[in-house]
């Protein structure tokens, strides 16, 4: 049963203020963060601003001391009809971390098997080498991503990402093409979109790796046009999906995600129909049950990224992605772009066996991510099971 609950600003990779919550059972105190996006979609549910989130606690504690931790489902209920509206009266980021840290309550901080005690897959770790958009860059497309679809196990697939990674850092400062880093510890590169994807695909096949891209479309939507600054271009909707088509094509992209903006569900369909690619909406569904229903019936691409905060309760994120899979879409989870050392994430992505995971490369805060993976992959060694690395189906 939940004896107190208490909560204290903390602060995130970009240094915002973001918040602690710690949730006390009779094992003890169990704990967890709330993550914050910076290109986040109109479809999410409301965050507040940290220091009013903080004085939420105190007028809802009342009603959530009591429950049952192990009743997750309870606990996220009450704290969505305590939300109201896109949950605007108590805060997304609030009741992201109070759930994450009730089923930490509820497990006794063993996340994966509390929610699927025959979990085995571990996710490939997808990883953000080159970026730009919201999160700082030259390029207008906000991600180069990479992960080793042949790694044997979770060491593996680690390593080539660094690999990568650090091979990009090299020729980075050899020829001066960098400016440091972004807000997901990607580098910066001083070319554009192109010249980027013509650089990071030579490297990532050198070590094995697939590329993707989050294009984050919607972040330059405007006005019915996209407008990549740095090639000097403005599409329309169809021309866009010629030329996401092409990159598909021309790079080999395994992965896609946000190729549109966030009401496009046509367009992420015709797009789905022309290519072999895994086309991922993040901003299109916004973790939400009923986009991810319209999604499927309209083929609205074929996955989907499942961010706990989006919805802001675990128990939502959860059902999203099980309404996701059942109708063929694949599941990745996600991490934000301000991020804290807290990996939940990552015993989600087993949990919901999710065969990516998307947690950026370097910084102390992506890290964790991967590190936490390898301690599942460990913990699952010790029982009667093999870990396993997840299965690709795209
Ligand atoms: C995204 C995320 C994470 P943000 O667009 O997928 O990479 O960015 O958290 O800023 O929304
Ligand atoms: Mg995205």
């Known amino acids: 049963m939940i004896k107190d ?8 990779s970009r240094g915002e203020q973001t918040l602690k919550v710690w949730i006390m059972n009779k094992s003890g105190f169990y704990s967890a963060y709330a993550p914050s996006g910076k290109s986040r979609g109109k479809w999410e549910a409301k965050t507040l601003d940290a220091k009013k989130a903080l004085k939420v606690l105190p007028r809802i504690k009342k009603r959530l001391i009591g429950l049952k931790e192990k009743d997750f489902e309870i606990f996220d209920d009450t704290l969505e009809k305590l939300g109201g509206k ?52 030259f390029t207008s497309i906000q991600e180069f991503l990479v992960f080793d679809p042949k790694a044997k196990d979770i060491f593996q697939a680690i390593e080539t990402n660094f690999k990568v990674w650090n091979d990009v850092r090299k020729v980075l400062r ?7 880093r972004n807000d997901e510890g990607a580098w910066i590169m001083r070319k554009d979109d192109f010249k980027t994807l013509d650089f990071i695909t030579k490297i990532a096949e050198k070590h094995g790796a697939k590329v993707g891209v989050d294009i984050a479309a919607g972040e330059f939507y405007k006005r019915g046009k996209y407008i990549y600054h740095s090639l000097k271009k403005k599409f329309n ?15 080999k992209l395994a992965y896609v995600e946000d190729p549109f903006h966030e009401n496009d569900f046509k367009s992420f369909s015709e797009l789905k129909k022309k290519v072999k690619c895994l086309i991922v909406g993040d901003d299109l569904f ?42 063929g879409f694949t599941p990745v989870v996600s991490h934000r772009s ?30 964790a991510k991967v590190n936490r993976l390898i301690e599942i992959w ?17």
Do not use: W
């Open 378 to 394: 460990n913990g699952i060694k010790g029982t009667k099971r093999k870990p396993q690395m997840a299965k690709l189906k795209f």
């Open 86 to 137: 896109n949950l605007g009266k108590i805060g997304a980021n609030l009741s992201t971390a109070l759930s994450m840290a009730n089923i930490r309550a509820a497990s006794d901080n063993k996340v994966y098997k509390f929610l699927n005690p025959d979990a085995r897959h571990v996710p490939f770790p997808l990883g953000n080498v080159i970026g730009g958009g919201a999160h700082g860059g």
């Open 174 to 180: 050899l020829k001066g093409f960098t400016v440091g």
């Open 237 to 251: 909707s169809g021309e866009q999906l010629e030329f996401v088509k092409d990159l598909i094509k021309t790079y």
């Open 5 to 12: 609950i208490i909560a204290l600003p903390s602060y995130n």
């Open 286 to 327: 916004a973790t939400n049950p009923e986009r991810i229903i319209k999604g499927i019936d309209k083929e609205a691409g074929n996955g989907i990224l499942i961010k706990p905060d989006q919805i802001g309760l675990v128990s939502r994120a959860i059902l999203t992605a099980e309404i996701a899979k059942r109708g």
């Open 338 to 367: 301000g991020e804290t050392e807290d990996a939940f994430i990552s015993d989600l992505a087993v949990a919901i066996e999710a065969p990516l995971l998307k947690c950026g490369i370097s910084g102390t805060e992506r890290v």
